[in-house]
């Protein structure tokens, strides 16, 4: 079965702890299991990664390669500072969507900015765990049109 990487990055390993006003009451494995049940639906395998460190954040797309027809990706506060991340989303020439819990346009000026959305396929956001969803359903309706 094709593969649709699931990959989060800074803080995101801790959902369902602490701010559940902004980010819901929805552990990170909750989301990952609907989302592996959705794709089988679909005949999809999910792989899951989260890691706190961009540079890891940065080897996951490149093993992408590989491995991932798509990927769905919420990069957390390296969304508006990482510009390794934006040459790597730019150099494996995957379907990458971009995928936020929270509407980051509703919030502080500084979460306003994407280093990534530009080279990503689309952005999803603001709608907490159905964002992740979404951006399922986006990668694989762009993989199977
Ligand atoms: O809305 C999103 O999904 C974000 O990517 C989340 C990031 C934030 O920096 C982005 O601007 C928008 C923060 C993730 C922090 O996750 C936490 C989860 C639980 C408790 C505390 C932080």
Do not use: K, W
């Amino acid at each position: 079965m094709p593969t649709i990487l699931i990959l989060n990055g800074p803080n995101l390993n801790l959902l369902g702890t602490r701010e559940p006003e902004v980010y819901g009451a929805d552990t990170l494995d909750d989301i990952v299991d609907e989302l592996r049940s959705l794709a089988a639906e679909r005949g999809y395998e999910v792989e899951a990664v989260q890691s706190n460190a961009e540079g890891e954040l940065v080897d996951a797309l490149h093993a992408a390669r590989a491995t991932a027809a798509g990927v769905v990706f919420n990069p957390g506060a390296y969304t508006h500072t990482s510009i390794a991340l934006r040459d790597a989303i730019s150099a494996v020439e995957l379907p990458v969507v971009e995928t936020h819990l929270s509407n980051v346009h509703a919030r502080e000026e500084f979460r306003h900015t994407s280093m990534l959305s530009a080279v990503c396929l689309g952005v999803v956001g603001g709608f907490g765990r159905t964002s992740y969803r979404l951006a399922l359903d986006a990668v694989i309706s762009h993989l199977e049109p």
